[in-house]
Nanobody, 119 residues
């Protein structure tokens, strides 16, 4: 019913930047929140940043000050501006969507976009 697609990943050198985007489409009713998670090989998936419809955000400490999350509610799109990238940021970045419909919230995941930071 709801499709989630990420884009913007790539291979960059330390200190460079990337801007990820994620768009939800399909049978959209109300998107309560959108966020970014990442998972590196051999590690568990972790929250990077999340933003609710009202605009409040939470960002993990390891990226605070370097990453910025924003959204366009009308376009059902969330962005993750990643600056001063480090090798530790290398991971698959997944977009997560909390979708509300008929009094129930359903969680959706995108397929992920690879971010590789190396010299």
């Amino acid at each position: 019913q709801v499709q989630v697609v990420e884009s913007g990943g790539g291979w960059v050198q330390p200190g460079e930047s990337l801007n990820l985007s994620c768009t939800a489409s399909g049978a959209i009713f109300v998107i309560e929140a959108m966020g970014w998670y990442r998972q590196a090989p051999g590690k568990q998936r972790e929250l990077v940043a999340r933003i609710v419809r009202g605009g409040s955000t939470n960002i993990t400490e390891s990226v605070k000050g370097r990453f910025t999350i924003s959204r366009d509610n009308a376009k059902n799109t969330v962005y993750l501006q990643m600056n001063s990238l480090k090798s530790e940021d290398t991971a698959i970045y997944y977009c997560n969507v909390d979708h509300w419909r008929w009094g129930r919230t359903t969680n959706y995941w995108g397929q992920g976009t690879q971010v590789t930071v190396s010299s």
